[in-house]
């Protein structure tokens, strides 16, 4: 395979003249190519070699007066080659490059160091054919520069409040949810990984940031397939198979992927909660062991081209994990101030759990020459999901009785969204103009019914159980505008969302009705020098909704003495982001600074006089963030690559405890990630890569969270003319991906260790099959995400 190399060109030592040369590289659709490499050599064998802008245009001044040998070259397109006379550069150039024909295992087998690229609004991690596509899509995310996760949650830059979305369309998945989604997606699905913390105003307003997971697409004429088979040994094992096809023929293409996975998962615990009224401190253990045998991912679409302007695109995806269920003896015992224990009891949680997720979308693109797009995309989303518990408790209080105690609770809820979205583009040489209108409805309905044998037996409980009923309407608009002037580059836009939302619950009767409409101004500059130093400044306003089940304030209980709650109530955050970046030679560092009105998040109660501990969804008073990201790529050998990323920020938030009383939680937080790729063979692509990070202790509202560490190592090798490929991965190889959670303020004294049985060894498998022969492909633009979960 040809690396993808993005060449950094160097000012030419040679005096030229007063002639110039501008012009634009394109593809054959019409679409700019940035960073294209532009040669030019006079009769004298003097070189001038530059790189194209971000939309494609160049231009080359202090050319000797003399005609020119011009070549461009672009990876994956044949060189173009032609002689200029001196009167051919009174006129711009208009360059179109033709996708070049190769063998595909020359392609996309041959392995690269993942490659990290600044673009005016985004930081663009790409791991097409490097180590890291053995690993699982969570675990590539995981990875991400910008990204780290805490058990389930993913943050980026510090901020939990984040929108995920696949190829731009948004996930409806829980934290949990997602997790299982991403390990179930191999990662030689996935293309890049975009970190976009002032996203443009075409996208959604909702999130502080956005992480887009970039799929892979197929070039290939033909039909062709790849066989998966993936085996993960932690505490248990896991399995996951799957086959991906491909076929296109002439204006017809179809893509289709299917894997099913199984296995045992184990999450470990250990809670304290400490009462200072009374001098107890209630101490439980817990081991959450979880079997599923029929997880299913799926992917489908189908593009088709009418003619070279029109194109129809339809697709869909999913998740389906019908029967997740486990057991769980959850031993508690309380101590006295002596650490003498006077009571105890033991719970017993018999659960299952259904997931049931699917999205389809239809997108209509239509050109008009070269300079004027319209697109037209819909989407249809359902998840649907059901969660079933009994309860068992045995009581052995101090000064009473042993009792027992049973409860069953049963919750389902379905989230459906439709919206529809248009945009349009007019292009010109030197500006892009982009306008667009959307229109999305959301409908939730969660059914919560509580039974326990208070009465002697099981009994429907009306005053425990509830109806949560939900409809949201956005309306949104917005335009941008992008223009390139010599070496800076501008883009700026605004966005109008008016949100039209009303929540009804039954228990206790409360009726939530808003309406309101908010404004979202965006703006990017960069500016490149001559030696390629990219300096660039953004700022942009976002806002983040409360999620659908966080506005839910009916109690779903753990066990007799904690529980889950959301709150009606909830207030929208509104987040401003500033960010100053610099790159140049696979450095990239950010300077940011972020402060959030009315953030959104779980934090947890005591309560004395019941003894529960309370897990609630609420907002504090703000948040404020500032830090330093730093990125850099070292290729000190062809057979040796090491990658850095450090962060450091300062975080604090302020919330009102039950005292009504404002705390501030503030910490400095240093995070740290390298990775050595080692080369042993060429020929075979036999590859090996070592890699670690380290975090200090981070907060979240209430909470600080400790300190938290991991060590991972990659081999790939090829076999068979590179058909077949396999790896060996060892995650958390030290078991340190370990975390302490905990609280402490006024009369709130509590905390959890959590362990997520991150310690595996995982051996993997590809085998391709079919035709193996690139051609010239239609490539879709990314649609828009979806809306808000």
Not at 94 to 102: F, K, M, P, S
Not at 341 to 347: C, G, R
Not at 550 to 572: H, T
């Amino acid at each position: 395979m040809k690396k993808l190399l993005f060449l950094l060109l160097f000012p030419l030592c040679v005096v030229g003249q007063s002639l110039e040369c501008e012009g634009k590289v394109v593809s054959e659709s019409g679409e700019g190519l940035s960073f294209a490499t532009i040669l030019l050599i006079d009769n004298l064998q003097n070189q001038k070699v530059e790189a194209t802008n971000f939309d494609g245009s160049f231009y080359i001044k202090n050319l000797s007066d003399s005609p020119f040998y011009l070549e461009v070259s672009y990876v994956g397109y044949k060189t173009y080659k032609q002689n200029l006379t001196v009167d051919d550069l009174e006129r711009k150039l208009t360059i179109v490059l033709q996708i070049e024909e190769r063998e595909l295992n020359e392609l996309v087998i041959e392995r690269k160091a993942p490659l990290v690229k600044r673009k005016i609004d985004r930081l663009e991690f790409d791991v097409e054919n490097s180590a890291l596509s053995a690993l699982s899509g969570w675990e590539i995310v995981k990875q991400t520069p910008g990204v780290t996760a805490q058990g389930s949650d993913l943050k980026i830059k510090g901020s939990q409040a984040i929108l995920v979305t696949i190829n731009d369309k948004r996930v409806m998945l829980t934290g949990d949810e997602l997790k299982n989604l991403l390990e179930n997606t191999p990662g030689k699905d996935i293309k890049s990984i975009e970190v976009i913390t002032n996203p443009p105003a075409n996208y959604d307003a909702s999130g502080s940031a956005v992480l887009n997971i970039v799929m892979t697409k197929s070039n290939v004429e033909g039909y062709r397939g790849i066989l998966y088979a993936k085996y993960i040994q932690s505490k248990y094992d896991k399995e996951l198979f799957g086959l991906t096809q491909y076929f296109r023929k002439g204006k017809l293409s179809l893509m289709g992927s299917y894997y099913r996975g199984m296995g045992t998962y184990v999450r470990e615990g250990f809670d304290a909660v400490h009462f200072v009224e009374n001098q107890t401190t209630w101490e439980s253990e817990m081991v959450r062991k979880d079997v599923n045998r029929n997880q299913h991912t799926y992917t489908f679409s189908m593009e088709y081209d009418l003619d070279s302007l029109t194109n129809f695109t339809f697709g869909a995806n999913g998740f389906i994990n019908p029967n997740s269920q486990g057991v769980y003896l959850v031993p508690t015992l309380i101590y006295d101030k002596d650490r003498q224990v006077e009571s105890s009891y033991l719970t017993k949680n018999d659960h299952f759990n259904d997931t049931d997720y699917h999205n389809f979308y239809l997108q209509i693109d239509k050109k008009w020459g070269k300079d004027h797009r319209i697109i037209w995309t819909n989407y249809l989303t359902n998840n649907h999901q059901k969660k079933f518990q009994n309860v068992f408790t045995r009581l052995n209080f101090k000064d009473k009785d042993p009792s027992e105690s049973t409860f069953e609770s049963d919750n389902s809820s379905k989230v459906t969204l439709f919206s529809t979205q248009i945009d349009y583009s007019l292009k010109r040489t030197a500006w892009k103009w982009d306008s667009g209108a959307k229109y999305s409805t959301v409908t939730t309905n969660s059914i919560l019914d509580f039974y326990d044998d208070e009465l002697g037996s099981l009994n429907f409980r009306a005053e425990k159980s509830n109806v949560f009923e939900y409809k949201e309407k956005n309306l949104a608009a917005y335009t941008t505008l992008a223009y390139t002037w010599s070496q800076w580059s501008f883009k700026a836009g605004i966005r109008a969302e008016y949100t039209d939302l009303t929540g009804l619950v039954s228990q206790t009767y409360e009726h939530n009705k808003q309406n309101y409409l908010e404004w979202f101004p965006t703006f990017y500059a960069q500016y490149e020098t001559e030696n390629h130093h990219q300096f660039g400044v953004s700022y942009g306003k976002r806002i983040s909704r409360p999620g659908y089940s966080w506005l839910n304030p009916a109690k779903s209980y753990y066990n007799l003495f904690s529980y889950f709650q959301g709150d009606a109530q909830l207030k929208a955050m509104i987040v401003h982001n500033l960010n100053l970046t610099y790159s140049w030679n696979n450095w990239n560092v950010d300077l940011y600074y972020r402060k959030e009105n009315l953030p959104a998040m779980e934090i947890s109660f005591q309560d004395v006089e019941t003894h529960n501990l309370i897990y609630r969804y609420t907002n504090i008073k703000e948040g404020k963030m500032g830090g330093l990201d730093l990125s850099k790529n070292y290729d000190f050998f062809s057979w040796l690559t090491w990658n850095a990323y450090a962060s450091i920020q300062y975080n604090e938030n302020y919330f009102f405890g039950l005292d009504e009383q404002l705390y501030k939680n503030d910490k400095w937080i240093f995070y740290g990630r390298t990775s050595a790729s080692f080369r042993l063979d060429k020929a075979t692509d036999w590859n090996i890569e070592l890699g670690y990070y380290y975090q200090t202790p981070a907060i979240q509202g209430t909470f600080t969270i400790s300190k938290e560490s991991s060590t991972y190592f990659i081999m790939n090798r090829t076999f068979f003319d590179r058909k077949m490929e396999l790896s060996l991965i060892f995650n958390d190889i030290f078991k340190t991906e370990k975390s302490k959670v905990s609280t402490n303020y006024s009369n709130q004294n509590n905390y959890f260790l959590d362990y997520q049985d991150s310690q595996k060894v995982s051996f993997s498998v590809k085998y391709h099959f079919g035709n193996q022969v690139v051609k010239n492909k239609r490539t879709i633009e990314a649609t828009e995400e979806q809306g808000r979960i």
